[in-house]
């Protein structure tokens, strides 16, 4: 049990940084609480393998201060830190039954056998493991041993965090669906502090009550899923958030209103006082973008793509390409139509910065 | 060209690996072969493109048998789920390789190479290793390769699957038109339903080596022919439902009854599964065309514009689809309604019996 705390925890793998480029981790400061389930999310090289390694003990960080708790543990190495730690592929004894393979990690601390008992049935319970316990695990599909993995890293309850590196890469789609919720529910269940690395939104933003969107080495951005989704703060969590991201466009925006492509549209806040010389765009994302025939700005239509459930023409607007919605009762689409942004989600952004508007 | 596989069989000892498939695949389509993990698409991909022979039947290039024909004098050039590069050759001479082989000369080679890495963006990397590139420009450094030998029949092997979820959204969008403008004809092996429908054309989805269904994409998503194809092309995964109907009732597994309303009031007497995509299910109480059933919230998931509520009703857990941000908290009791006009109704062979899709695709 624990709350983790980053004290301007920053890594330069070449040990003597001289500018920000020689990060790979920026300094970070932050706190983790107990019982929640964080997300690092960003695309490969963001720097969140660092960050998930430098908390297990694999990289000392070449600045700041790790406290579990009030306890610096910055250079203690992994097995004095009590964390548990699931990795992308099944590792698990294959010559041991489930059971075995769960109770593990509780004989290895000597715990009793009736408290092992009882917390590997527990476990096994949730995963829907216990129909298979007594079973060696070397017969097993490569979900279930991932399972058991899963498993194995949630059996102990008193850790301090439980690190989950990309532990569904493995997994079919469908399944995905069900490990996923299952890893949910036992996160509701269980009081324990999850961190678990993805460079996949859906995973993070389902999985996690807050994900850290990592970029360039940088946390861009810590937020609920909502958040995210609704407010990004950077335009990188526009554009990463999100399938297809956030269209970006440039603009000159002056009170509640923006000129975008030569035609003013509205905004749903006021901006009064926008810092000089930055470079300004707007941003809306395709949910909020809707085709239209009537009102909004013109555009050409490149591409429909129907994906079963919803809509998406990709077109463009003067020089950019866009993507919006098509509305459902919209049956044929023209390739000359227009698109309008809904206000109320319409995003300023100066130097990729989201800036928050008065109202207006 | 245009490439058909007549009854194709591969059996490996006493296992059928892949079932009696026969497809016409036309030229300058795109092609998904969706399934799972296991269900053949690998193998089939292989048989395809001459590394292994099948067991039974015939493959047809241009009406030209090639089944016994070896792989370097067929038409084929294949990507796989783990890029493969020479790594002691640049980006230009692992791109230019294929030509190499062929003999083609020298400024030909030239022109191909730097085509195939404008499409690719590849243009400032060329004389880079492949150890130092990311994973998405070695990728992108198989694609080019396989592009440059501007084969007839272009096989993709869960190509983007190693890569960044945003890189992949990105040589998705790009990776038809690229091959399209090729004329050839593209192969696109996948497990998932949201890539098929993203890269549309005819899909073909599969099931322990057989051929479940063949068709536009979007028709075969809104109107799946049997229950394996709508289970392989649903993302979250099928509500599933057992019914007996009877009359104006059906009769649920533990006997409880529900009004036959909308589409099921048409359906002969008899037992039936009924699948029904997480859009279809709501929470909320029965309206005039829906079954309704209480249920227990198991878990929400939260996407950010979606919130997915898995709710358990005694019968199984399904996921309902709910718009925005819903706080459903586990243990929460709800009431959930599945619209009947947009259900899949499955006879007892798993064949399609009724589906509210036809009249609107018709």
Known sequence: MARITLDGIAHAYNGNPRSDKDYALKPLHHVWEQGMAYALLGPSGCGKTTLLNIISGLVIPSEGRLLFDKTDVTNLPTEQRNIAQVFQFPVIYDTMTVAENLAFPLKNRRLPKVVIEKRVAEIAEMLDLTRVLNRRARGLTADAKQKISLGRGLVRADVSAVLFDEPLTVIDPALKWELRSKLKAVHRALDLLMIYVTHDQIEALTFADKVVVMNDGKAVQIGTPADLFERPEHTFVGYFIGSPGMNLLPAKVSGSSALVEGAEIHLGAAYPALPKGGRIQIGVRPDYTMLTQSGGLPVQVRRIADLGRKRLAYVNLGAHQVVATVPPEMSSVAHQTRVTFDPAHTHVYVDDLRVAGAAA | ?362
């Open chain 2, 1 to 362: 060209m245009t490439f058909v596989l007549d009854h194709i069989g591969l059996s490996v000892g006493e296992e059928v690996m892949i079932d009696d498939v026969s497809l016409t695949l036309e030229q300058g389509t795109m092609n998904v072969l969706l399934g799972p993990t296991l269900s053949g698409k690998t193998t089939l991909m292989r048989l395809m493109a001459g590394l292994d022979r099948p067991t039974t039947g015939r493959l047809f290039a241009d009406g030209v048998e090639v089944t016994r024909l070896a792989v370097r004098r067929r038409s084929v050039a294949m990507v796989y789920q783990q890029f493969v590069n020479y790594p002691s050759l640049s980006v230009y001479e692992n791109i230019a390789s294929p030509l190499r082989v062929a003999g083609v000369a020298r400024a030909e080679i030239d022109v191909r190479v730097k085509e195939a890495a404008r499409f690719l963006r590849l243009e400032n990397l060329l004389e880079r290793m492949p150890a130092q590139l990311s994973g998405g420009q070695q990728q992108r450094t198989a694609i080019a390769r396989a592009l440059v030998k501007r084969a007839g029949l272009v096989l993709l092997d869960e190509p983007l699957a190693n890569l960044d979820y945003k890189l992949r959204e990105e040589l998705r969008e790009e990776l038809p038109r690229i091959f399209a403008e090729t004329g050839a004809i593209l192969v696109y092996a996948t497990t998932e339903p949201t890539e098929a429908l993203l890269l549309g054309g005819v899909t073909i989805t599969l099931r322990e080596g057989r051929v479940t269904q063949v068709g536009p994409t979007a028709l075969v998503y809104r109107r799946p022919e049997n229950i394996d194809a709508a289970r392989v092309f649903s993302d979250p995964p099928l509500n599933e439902l057992a019914i007996d109907k009877h009359g104006a009732l059906v009769t649920l597994e533990g006997g409880r009854n529900l009004p036959a309303v909308g589409a099921l009031s048409r359906l002969a007497d008899g037992a039936y599964r009924l699948g029904f995509r997480a859009d279809a299910v709501t929470i909320g109480e029965a309206q005039s065309s829906s079954l309704g059933f209480p249920g227990q919230v198991a878990v929400t998931e939260i996407s950010g514009s979606e919130s997915f509520v898995h709710v358990d009703v005694g019968l199984g857990v399904w996921v309902c689809l709910e718009a925005g941000v819903q706080e459903w908290q586990p243990g929460d009791h709800v009431e959930v309604r599945v619209d009947a006009n947009r259900t899949f109704v499955f006879d007892a062979a798993g064949k399609l019996a009724a589906t509210p899709y036809i009249a609107k695709t018709a």
